[in-house]
């Protein structure tokens, strides 16, 4: 059993970190790997690390035959997500569409079958639309995604859905909500540098901005380990479910975190100068219910428990 993990970062790291612990040792692959990063949470001589490019078919075909792999972990997206997409539109649609088509193609014709990719819960958060609710034969049934990036995630789902349909593939599709967790380098989105911007500066006795509305959190170490879990799950039901920690966070929920895990944390609620970061506009967090009964998924890091986890890490990791 030998999983290659395709995209090196937030949370990919961490997916080769809970498989090393499993007595594992994965491939992982990227286009442009930051090694120290990387170091900081996986040993790197208990992963293989390649170089691939998922907009180059012929090197996700290559790793697969050359590592014997059986299983794939999709993690590569666009740098900075929603605000990299809404920047640089093409380039995101061809890497976030084109790339995992890659991906699947290429399991399909080397028979791998089980292939697990990240979606995102801006598909539950930032919607416009439905008035038909649902109804057939109505173009207004369904809310459509109103941002370039949510609308990858969408053509994502909706393509790797009928490739399990057609072509065998064991798709899972996971909906993480806004990640943060350790991570020296570049990467995740917008919400996730906020954060780790913000404890940086609470741990450097800064004053900290955290966005002024609702979100909806994962730590990446449960992202991860979801991730895991469908890569491992007998019965994939209807292969998409929401990853997040279960509920909204608000802004004082988070000042109070931060406190908790720096006492004397000083906290202000704005969105950073230049982020332009798109609050939900949703008052209920997504429903576990699937992924829990499916892949047995639940997050064992609320918010507390994930800032408490990141502040240390960063005091270990003043890098
Ligand atoms: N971070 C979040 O808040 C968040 C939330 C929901 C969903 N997601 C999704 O989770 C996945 C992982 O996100 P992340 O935060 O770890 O992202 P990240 O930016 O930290 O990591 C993505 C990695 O993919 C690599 N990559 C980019 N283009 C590539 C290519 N052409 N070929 C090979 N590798 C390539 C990058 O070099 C990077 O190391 C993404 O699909 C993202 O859309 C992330």
Redesign the pocket.
Known sequence: MTTLV?????????IARILVERGEKPVL??????TKAIGEIVPLDRVTLIK?????PL?IVDALRAHSITRIA????????TLGAQNDPYSAIN??IM?TVNVLESARVTGVKRVV??????LNHYLQGGEDQGEFGKEEGFPRPTTF?SAT?QAVESLGLNYARFCGIEFAG???????GP?S????????NIVREAMRRVLAGEEALVPPGAME??Y?KD?AGATVLALEAKDLGSRIFNITMGSLTTPSDMATAFSAAVPGAKVKFEAPAGAGISLSNRDTGADLSRAKRHIGYEPKFKLHDAVKDLADWMRRNPS
């Open positions: 395709i995209g090196a970062g937030l949370i990919g790291s961490q692959m990227d286009h442009a790997a930051q691939g490019d998922v907009l180059q090197s999709h993690t590569a997206a666009n740098p900075l997500l890497l976030n790339g990719v990240s979606s995102s819960s801006v990036y995630k996971l909906r993480y909500g806004a990640a943060f991570w380098g570049s990467g995740g989105g917008g919400p996730s959190w994962v990446s992202a």
